[in-house]
């Protein structure tokens, strides 16, 4: 009788196709992880841009608050003002376009102004 210990070629080429499943696996996540974390860091940016944008349109009076845009590093924003509430009010829409990997992505934010 043949005592020997070990693994067969079969045992151990069924292993390594596992493990290079497995690895293969934390690849693609670890590539959608990262597209995640820039898209975020793109999105932080743009609504902390929409949101300095905001506070500015905010300390105007209502008379002098108009619509406009600008340009931030790789950041267009702009702002559109409309009378609501029969002129008692102004509605903010500010548009944030950034640069992605395919093409540009644009965010929007608005807010009211209540004006005295």
Known sequence: MNNRSGFTIVEVLVAVMILTVGILGLATTAGLVTRMISQGQRYTEASTLANERF?????????AVASGSETRDAYSIAWTVTNVNGGRAREIAVTVTSPTGRGNRTDAFTTTKVCP
Do not use: H
């Open 55 to 63: 506070e500015i349109l905010r300390g105007e009076r209502c008379p």
